[in-house]
């Protein structure tokens, strides 16, 4: 348990906090991660829907994810790296948003990889930038696959609310491409920050 300050009324609420989310033990947990359910709390006073920011561990030993939520510029503790060096098979992520941990667990749940997928955003935005330069750094979402060919449906924020892109697996598979051609373009050993900033890097 923690104190939380209510954003509209500032009044503190003693709230709950997991530092760790195995949802192997406790499966409801992977639904309320990937709804966001578990990182918001409802003020008693004012009724205000609060998001809690806080560093956790998720841990999906079934199909081998852990991805550490580390607000900020926040690095794993020593001996947690160590501590996991010796996974085998296992995805190590750093993510420093709700969100960010949202689309891992749902990338990993689609049974796609998280490098192709940032290779396959990184080319969605040039093609859409071609019509508007402004989407070069649109910060797409991947939220699931859908249909017989498994699309790839994307969020991009538009004008307050979402807009839905539907990307074809073969711009997927397109992206798998580049990175086999690109074998330097790999994440860091242990626990990895996979995202837009990092595909950036080698590709400018």
């Known amino acids: 348990m923690a104190l939380a300050s209510c954003s509209?009324?500032?009044?503190?609420?003693?709230?709950?906090?997991?530092?760790?989310?195995?949802?192997a033990l406790d499966p409801e947990l992977k639904s309320r991660v990937k709804d966001g359910s578990l990182f918001v709390w409802e003020c008693p006073y004012c009724g205000q829907r609060n998001l809690l920011k806080y560093q956790t561990l998720y841990h999906d030993p079934d199909t081998k994810l852990m991805v550490w939520l580390l607000p900020g510029d926040q690095k794993p503790p020593q001996a947690v790296e160590e501590a996991v060096s010796g996974l085998d098979g296992y995805t190590l992520r750093i993510v420093r948003e709700v969100g960010e941990l949202v689309e891992k667990v749902n990338i990993h749940d689609a049974g796609l990889d998280d490098v192709?997928?940032?290779m396959c955003k990184w080319v969605?935005?040039?093609?859409?930038?071609?019509?508007?330069?402004?989407a070069i750094n649109a910060p797409l979402k991947f939220l699931r696959t859908e249909g017989a060919d498994n699309d790839?449906?994307?969020?991009?924020?538009?004008?307050?609310?979402?807009?839905?892109?539907?990307?074809g697996f073969n711009v997927y598979?397109?992206?798998?491409?580049?990175?086999?051609?690109?074998?330097?373009?790999?994440?860091?050993?242990?626990?990895?920050?996979?995202?837009?900033?990092?595909i950036e890097q080698f590709f400018r």
């Open 8 to 23: 509209k009324c500032l009044k503190q609420t003693e709230v709950d906090i997991r530092q760790s989310i195995n949802v």
């Open 116 to 118: 192709v997928l940032e």
């Open 124 to 134: 969605t935005r040039r093609e859409l930038a071609a019509k508007n330069p402004a």
């Open 152 to 167: 790839l449906v994307l969020a991009l924020p538009a004008e307050g609310g979402m807009q839905l892109l539907n990307i």
């Open 173 to 198: 598979e397109d992206a798998r491409g580049i990175l086999s051609r690109n074998p330097a373009v790999k994440p860091a050993t242990g626990f990895a920050e996979v995202n837009a900033d990092w």
